[in-house]
C-alpha cells in the first residue's frame, strides 16, 4: 500500500470501518458519479467522502420561436383575410443545454452533466434536491 491509500488495515479510527466503495449501496448519483455512505465513486477512481465539495450549474438555455404550422397558417390565412398574420404571434419555447454537476475533494475534481429534458425548472429543482441530500450525507461522513 502507497502513503496515500486512505486505508489501511492496521489503523484504528473512522478509516478503518471504511467498506471498499463498490460495496457500499449508492444513496445519490448524478450522471456516472456516485456517493455512498462513505465513499465518492466516478469512473476516474473512487476517495474518501470527507471534504467533498458538490457544485450544480444550469448550463442551459431557453429558445422562443414561432412553430411551423403557425407560419403556413398565416400565409394560408393571408390570402383570404389578413386575421391569418395574427397566426405569427403565437410561440413556443424550447429548452436546450445540461446542468452540469463538479464534485471535488481535495485535488481531484470530476465532472458529470445531465441533459435538459421536458421542464427546466423542475429539473433543476430536482437535482438541487439530490445535492442537498448528498451535502447532507457528506456532512454526516
Known sequence: MSA???????????AATWAPAGQEPVLVQFGDISISE???VTPAGSAPLRGTQ??????TREERYIPGWAI??????FFFFFLGLLFLLVKE???SGFMQIS???GACTYQSAELTRGNRTN???ELQNRANFARGVIARA
Open 4 to 14: 496515500l491509500d486512505p486505508y489501511r488495515p492496521g489503523d484504528s479510527g473512522p
Open 93 to 95: 419555447t424550447r429548452s
Open 38 to 40: 462513505h465513499w465518492l
Open 123 to 125: 429539473q433543476l429543482y
Open 54 to 59: 458538490i457544485f450544480v450549474t444550469d448550463m
Open 72 to 77: 403556413a397558417f398565416a400565409i394560408i390565412g
Open 103 to 105: 464534485v471535488t475533494n
